[in-house]
Nanobody, 131 residues
């Protein structure tokens, strides 16, 4: 059974940095496409970033381009989301999700989550950006 565990969330001041990790167990990371989504109460879930196997394709939400970087470390079975120059609007619970076959897919400029028959979700990690 594949399991995903997020790490690295916390409270940070505006302009600060956090590095989120999504660690895969029960399988080899190289088999999986990994995406990050965030959820804030009262707002729709938002796709933040995505990376395919062998780094053949990556995606980063326009509003975080130049601030967030996604990378994968197959040796550690972990996908990292480096978040710099954080803003209050980046506050939310961040989830990673894996898919074996569903590539990083945009619809009307928004990242789509993989379908229910091909996804595993983590429990999420809270990111709060506040002075």
């Amino acid at each position: 059974q594949v399991q995903l565990v997020e790490s690295g969330g916390g409270l940070v001041q505006p302009g600060g940095s956090l590095k989120l990790g999504c660690t895969v167990s029960g399988s080899t990371l190289d088999n999986w496409i990994i995406s990050w989504f965030r959820q804030t109460p009262g707002k729709r879930r938002e796709g933040v970033s995505c990376i395919e196997q062998n780094n053949r394709n990556t995606y980063v939400l326009d509003s975080v381009k130049g601030r967030f970087t996604i990378s994968r470390d197959n040796a550690e079975n972990t996908v990292w989301l480096q978040m710099n120059n954080l803003k209050p609007e980046d506050t939310g619970k961040y989830y990673c999700v894996s898919s074996r076959r569903y590539p990083c897919t945009l619809l009307d400029g928004s990242l789509l989550a993989p379908p229910a028959d091909d996804n595993f979700w983590g429990q999420g990690t809270q990111v709060t950006v506040s002075a």
